[in-house]
């Protein structure tokens, strides 16, 4: 049987490159020669054991790539078609896809719910840091790639861009508010993007490492406050004369970031939480005054499905939003291992890795 080389799980502290066997394609299905892939923070979680995986799995979630085969019931795609996924490949028919809610698909449990059930490639089934992955569910999960876009403009869509956005889209950031955004890693950095699209006139990034705040500038931030040099609610409670913001965005998954982001929320304001948390949180009593303030706290799992992914590659077509600038480092996939022992490490100033065969 044909083999392929892929990215594989072993035990907490390995991610080793081994082969697998080419998947077989079911009627739903297509199998996707990966083109472009990339590394996530989510990666990093598994790969230290903090997220918990099966052995024995290929991990990745954004592909960028080619139809090679496609299912005998899949319609309105052709073999050689350049496409993506999203992160979060839906089924489309479960309760909680039916409801708007696709992130937590239940497709085949009784309730039709599932917390984290769209997250499938990496987490339930295997992923794309490969040669080929298969995409189930093909009619729901691929978007077409336009004409004239890379795959480094579209690698930021199946899962950075949709999170980031996500992020700004939850926490309901209006025309005119003020937004804090903080850790300013590639999530942080799309989540910055998506609030100036929606109309945040006051963006704030924290951070502590000079080029992400030189980045988060770039990509709409009117202060960036180094919470190396001081204390970030502070500073940012003095940016808002005292007053707070609308929406605060947690784009790391730590207590720390967490307590600060709720700490700058003025009276109902939204905080919207983006991170992966790897231990028990705790809402601290004032910040959180006493539970009468009126606060929203909101969490997001990207939304997938091929619309969302036409939509994002829409607004990079526009020119609206140049997200190239995140990718950093370019690795083959035979030194995959390097790579990640790169980004893990967050050396070189990294803040996105590039994969190709």
């Not at 999170?163 to 850790?183: C, L, M, P, Q, S």
């Not at 390097?338 to 980004?343: E, I, R, V």
Request: hydrophobic letters at 40%.
């Amino acid at each position: 049987m044909a083999r392929m080389r892929a990215a594989i799980f072993v035990e907490p502290g390995r991610i080793v490159l081994d082969e697998k066997t080419i998947p077989e394609v079911g009627p739903l299905d297509a199998l996707l020669k990966v083109t472009t892939t990339t590394i996530c923070g989510t990666d990093v979680h598994i790969l230290k054991g903090e997220y918990p995986v099966e052995r024995g799995l290929t991990i990745g979630h954004e592909p960028v790539g080619v139809i090679e085969r496609l299912g005998s019931a899949v319609r309105g795609y052709q073999e050689g078609q350049r496409v993506i996924a999203g992160a979060i490949t839906p089924s489309g028919y479960s309760n909680a896809c039916l409801c708007g809610c696709a992130s937590q698909d239940g497709a085949g449990t009784r309730h039709g719910w599932k917390a984290m059930g769209g997250w499938r490639f990496g987490n339930t089934i295997d992923g794309c840091q490969a040669d080929y992955v298969l995409v189930p569910d093909a009619m729901a999960n691929l978007a077409p790639i336009p004409d004239g876009l890379t795959d480094i403009q579209v690698l930021m869509c199946p899962d950075i861009m949709s999170t980031g956005f996500g992020g700004a889209e939850r926490g309901g950031v209006r025309i005119g508010d003020t937004v804090a955004i903080f850790a300013q890693g590639p999530i942080g950095l799309c989540a910055t993007a998506g609030a100036r699209l929606m109309g945040a006139t006051t963006i704030i990034g924290v951070d502590r490492l000079p080029e992400r705040l030189a980045m988060s500038r770039r990509m709409g931030a009117d202060h960036v406050v180094d919470f190396s040099a001081a204390d970030p609610v502070a500073a940012i409670m003095a940016l808002t004369d005292g007053r707070g913001v609308d929406v605060a965005i947690e784009a790391l998954g730590t207590q720390s970031t967490f307590q600060s982001a709720l700490s700058v929320l003025r009276p109902g304001g939204t905080l919207s939480s983006l991170g992966v948390y790897s231990t028990d949180l705790t809402i601290p009593l004032g910040a959180f005054a006493a539970g009468l303030g009126d606060h929203t706290i909101a969490t997001t799992l990207c939304p997938g499905g091929k619309e969302r992914m036409r939509r994002l590659m829409d607004v990079v077509a526009s020119g609206r939003v140049d997200l190239g600038g995140l990718v950093t480092h370019h690795f083959k996939l035979d030194d995959i291992e390097a790579a990640y022992d790169l980004f893990s490490h967050q050396r070189e100033n990294v803040l996105k890795v590039a994969i190709t065969p």
